[in-house]
């Protein structure tokens, strides 16, 4: 039993494209987010939703929409694909947003984006 | 500025200990954690820290000293197994996690 699961594994495209990943945990957990790893393998936190709701929004473009339609499941959709989008994308789930008895963060394995 | 900083790369020694140092200037501080990342797969959760001292779990212990902003990862008895990337991450005021880059640790036969 997969506990954060993520899809596709890998996506290769062109510039310029439209995709979307797909992510659902099924921990019970109220808070979910999207980090991009680039090739220097910084963690960097995009989004994060606690129950559906949006509430860390950090600096990424626009072209990047969060969708989170049940506190299970947070998708994420790229538009206009940019050669600079090329990097592993982690799903993520906790239980809350204030860890104060430092609840860890659960992670999919990855999404390898290609862009060509 | 939020900042957190490890050595880039390590290399250690079948059997041998290591200890993977981490320092952080971040806006608050809410706990420290430790992540293992093998090449190719998710981080996973190893320990946590929010008050000062040593935390011991098996050959894994973390230690926190709040004043120095300074925590360090001690891996005994390393395997080849325990080759990985380990990622230092601190939870600020606003409860966000700030990531270090994390540390490559080599372990040579």
């Known amino acids: 039993d997969t506990a954060v699961s993520q899809t596709p594994k890998y996506l290769v495209t062109q510039m310029g494209n439209d995709k979307s990943i797909k992510c659902e945990q099924n921990l019970g957990h109220d808070t979910m987010y999207w980090y991009k790893q680039d090739s220097k393998k910084f963690l960097k936190i995009m989004f994060s939703?606690?129950?559906?709701?949006?509430?860390i929004n950090e600096t990424v473009p626009n072209r990047f929409s969060p969708k989170s339609p049940d506190k299970a499941h947070l998708n994420l959709h790229i538009n206009s694909l940019e050669l600079g989008d090329s990097a592993v994308y982690f799903c993520a789930s906790s239980q809350s947003t204030s860890p104060e008895v430092g609840q860890p963060q659960h992670f999919g394995d990855g999404t390898r984006l290609s862009i060509l | 500025g939020q900042n957190i900083d490890q050595p880039t790369e390590m290399t250690a020694t079948e059997g041998a200990i290591v200890q993977i140092n981490c320092t952080y200037q971040t806006s608050g501080f809410n706990g420290l954690f430790w992540y293992q990342q093998h090449a190719g797969e998710a981080p996973t959760f190893l320990s946590y820290n929010v008050l000062d001292g040593l935390e011991e779990k098996g050959r894994f212990s973390s230690f926190l000293s709040r004043s120095k902003g300074y925590s360090y990862l001690l891996l005994k008895e390393l395997q080849m197994k325990d080759s990985a990337s380990y990622l230092c991450a601190v939870l600020d005021s606003n409860y966000q996690l700030i990531w270090g880059a994390g540390t490559k640790l080599i372990i040579k036969p």
């Open positions: 939703y606690n129950n559906k709701e949006l509430i």
